[in-house]
């Protein structure tokens, strides 16, 4: 598994992150914690058009929520357990 920081733009960093993504289900929808390091990059992936409406979704100690892919700056993956 890995854990990502994510640098916004206006400064702040989200430390230490797990990060989720919408899976559309025949009965709704459901969040699924993302493992694979391609498909998290994935989710940080910007696209000249379309991204204002695309967020990346996080948990972490302290907080869990989104963040819109155009206000993230930058973000670093960490193994689990490789402090580095």
Request: some cysteine.
């Amino acid at each position: 598994m890995f854990n990502v920081d994510i640098g916004l733009k206006n400064g702040s960093i989200l430390c230490n992150c797990s990060i989720f993504e919408e899976v559309v289900e025949r009965l709704g929808v459901r969040m699924v914690q993302v493992t694979a390091k391609e498909k998290i990059e994935q989710q940080f992936s910007k696209m000249p058009w379309g991204n204002e409406h695309r967020f990346v979704y996080f948990q972490n100690e302290d907080m869990n929520g989104k963040v819109n892919v155009m206000n993230i700056e930058k973000y670093t993956l960490a193994e689990e357990g490789n402090e580095s």
